[in-house]
């Protein structure tokens, strides 16, 4: 069940080049009631954004870690983004589901996820699991 301490169900990390994707599923979300995190939608202008991303990481459910093709391979703030959603996923209790990879096409998982069951969004009805999984971890 979705602890009181979370802010949000499910904090969305992505790269630039997939931003529209990840727009679409934010919206899916907020169209079922999942509170998501999503910078371009949370993150107001004047803001810290570092400091406001890495405290939404922490006080979100889940971390879905949106993988495609363009991104997988690229350096930048998005591989800070998956090492800090790894180290808090250390922390938590053995078998507590928190971080998901989220593939956007078929594009293969990075190692540091590998140990980590993804969900295709990309064919067939990923979106629907990953939607009732959220929502079976928020108690609905």
Known sequence: ???SDFLFDAFLSYAQPDRAAVVRLYEHFKG???RAFMDVRNIRP???WRFRIESALRHSRLALIC???RVVTRDGYFQDEILQALEIARTKVQGEVFLIPVRLDDCPV???LAAYQWVDCWRGAGIVRLIRQIQSLRGL
């Open 32 to 34: 079922v009631g999942i």
């Open 67 to 69: 993988l495609s093709g």
């Open 1 to 3: 069940m979705l602890n």
């Open 110 to 112: 990075p190692d540091r």
């Open 46 to 48: 004047g803001e810290e």
